[in-house]
T-cell receptor, first 111, second 114 residues
Framework: AAGVIQSPRHLIKEKRETATLKCYPI?????VYWYQQGPGQDPQFLIS???????DKGSIPDRFSAQQFSDYHSELNMSSLELGDSALYFC??????????FGEGSRLTVL | AQKVTQAQTEISVVEKEDVTLDCVYE???????LFWYKQPPSGELVFLIR??????QNEISGRYSWNFQKSTSSFNFTITASQVVDSAVYFC???????????FGGGTRLMVKP
């Protein structure tokens, strides 16, 4: 069965650079979520979208933005990267009110 | 505010032992959902179970079982006859409605030694 696809799986950036992560949800899933997991930490909710509109917002820095496109894929844009942004970024998808399925994560390293 | 506490940060057992991972939660919602996820060394989050607040029936799936006690706000996870492949970090999580804005516990790292 198709799962949530995230790209790239690994990304290395320098401080103050910009990074973009992509997420392709499971087909027919209308809701996308982004989570950030720092080293040794639990995942923290960043933001979610339902039917291409932002539905909830968590602890997402102002330097980050995200959107969901007409084909339901989502992108997380991160600017002015800081060392503390180094983390595993998970995308998850669900049907509205349904179970949450996570992608394999994108590991961002900021040097 | 919602909160999930996994008091055990690390557990080490020998293969074939049974092990229980504790999870205690706090929420003011009358309807909520509880989850367990497994995160192996490769990093992905693997869904194990979702339980809604109205269903206190315990569940068994192979070597896995879950004990939901609403009276003590606990949702404990037991692995019977543990195996080396069970070694991972296990997260308990809570949401106010199905699948939305999960609040995770700090995770329990389980190490199963041969």
């Amino acid at each position: 069965a198709a799962g949530v696809i995230q790209s790239p799986r690994h990304l290395i950036k320098e401080k103050r650079e910009t990074a973009t992560l992509k997420c392709y949800p499971i087909p027919r899933h209308d809701t996308v979520y982004w989570y950030q997991q720092g080293p040794g930490q639990d995942p923290q909710f960043l933001i979610s979208f339902y039917e291409k509109m932002q539905s909830d917002k968590g602890s997402i820095p102002d330097r980050f933005s995200a959107q969901q496109f007409s084909d339901y894929h989502s992108e997380l844009n991160m600017s002015s990267l800081e060392l503390g942004d180094s983390a595993l970024y998970f995308c998850a998808s669900s049907r509205q009110g349904g179970e949450l399925f996570f992608g394999e994560g994108s590991r961002l390293t900021v040097l | 505010a919602q909160k999930v506490t996994q008091a055990q940060t690390e557990i080490s057992v020998v293969e074939k032992e049974d092990v229980t991972l504790d999870c205690v939660y706090e929420t003011r919602d009358t309807t909520y959902y509880l989850f367990w996820y497994k995160q192996p060394p490769s990093g992905e989050l693997v869904f194990l179970i979702r339980r809604n607040s109205f269903d206190e029936q315990n569940e068994i799936s192979g070597r896995y079982s879950w004990n939901f006690q609403k009276s003590t706000s606990s949702f404990n996870f037991t692995i019977t006859a543990s195996q080396v492949v069970d070694s991972a970090v296990y997260f308990c999580a809570l949401s106010g409605n199905a699948g939305n804005m999960l609040t995770f516990g700090g995770g329990t790292r389980l190490m199963v030694k041969p």
